[in-house]
């Protein structure tokens, strides 16, 4: 099949919008979409200038959203002096996992010269994932506490490293899958966080609308690769040759997401561009969600007693599950 833009052979065909791109092509619009994702969500600030850079922190896993989309802002401000990129892995203490993964960060961040910081779970909270999963002392899935702890590290590293925003590399389907959660949950309130945390645009200037809420009780969060299916970012990896590791954690039983992950490609399947569709309804529903949350005052925050994270009790949600942990 050619190329709908030139003629040569194409190496995908978009379901939902028709088209037939070849290798070229397809580069150049998975490109486009992450690069008018930046410009919409106003990720740029006003004040960015070569003497007063923003500092990006991306969360680099060595899967394939994370290293695409750290490639992508490299190729796009390698040299805009405005900008500042730091690659962030965090290492759960899973073995014959994140080693291979965190070989394909270090290939990626030497190949392209960024700096790259890592940080264990052994380190911060003397645990290790593998040990959390045999044990679970909490009767949860290994993914929830993982979650849990892999969220504290980022965003205190991110504030250490003075971010002025965390990336992480969540996809269109990572993203459709959370909306339709946080709807069938009926969590109003996680919507409107949704939609704080890093889903609205920032302030600026050319912005109409609706826009997020900042606090400084956590650094904001840009998600540029959430226009862009899952499919389409494995094969973008897979034509560019980039260091990524496929493998799935041996851990990971997120049954919920499961099944709302299979719905959903049978829905897409059957009715090309409903991901999309649900995203864009979603985005504006929960910019309504956010307003009417913020104009109720939300919930009252506190300070964590042992490390000062931001909570709604007297120790956060990661203090309480290192305890579990090692009180077993």
Known sequence: MDCDKCGDQAVMNAAYSGLHLCERHFFRSVEKRVRRRIREDALIGD??????????????????????????LNETFANDPRIELIALTIHEGIEGYRDASLEACLDLTDEIDIRHEVITYEDEFDLQMDDVAETDPEGMAPCAYCGVFRRDILSRYAEQFEADKLFTGHNLDDETQTALMNIFEGDVAQIAKHFDASLGRFEHPNNDGR????????????????????????????????????????????????????????????????????MAGYEELAGIAAEQYHDDGGPELNE????????TQQLCRKCQLVDAVHAV
């Open 47 to 72: 004040d960015a200038s070569p003497e007063t850079p923003e500092n990006w922190v991306i969360g680099l896993s060595g899967g394939k959203d994370s290293v695409v989309l750290t490639h992508i």
């Open 211 to 278: 826009t997020r809420t900042e606090t400084e009780a956590f650094i904001p969060r840009a998600k540029p690769l959430r226009d862009i299916p899952e499919k389409e970012i494995a094969l973008y990896a897979h034509l560019k040759d980039l260091p990524v590791h496929m493998a799935e954690c041996p851990h990971a039983s997120e049954a919920y997401r499961g099944e709302i992950q299979q719905l959903l490609l049978s829905l897409e399947e059957n009715h090309p561009g409903t991901r999309h569709s649900i």
């Open 304 to 311: 964590c007693e042992r490390c000062g994270a931001s909570t």
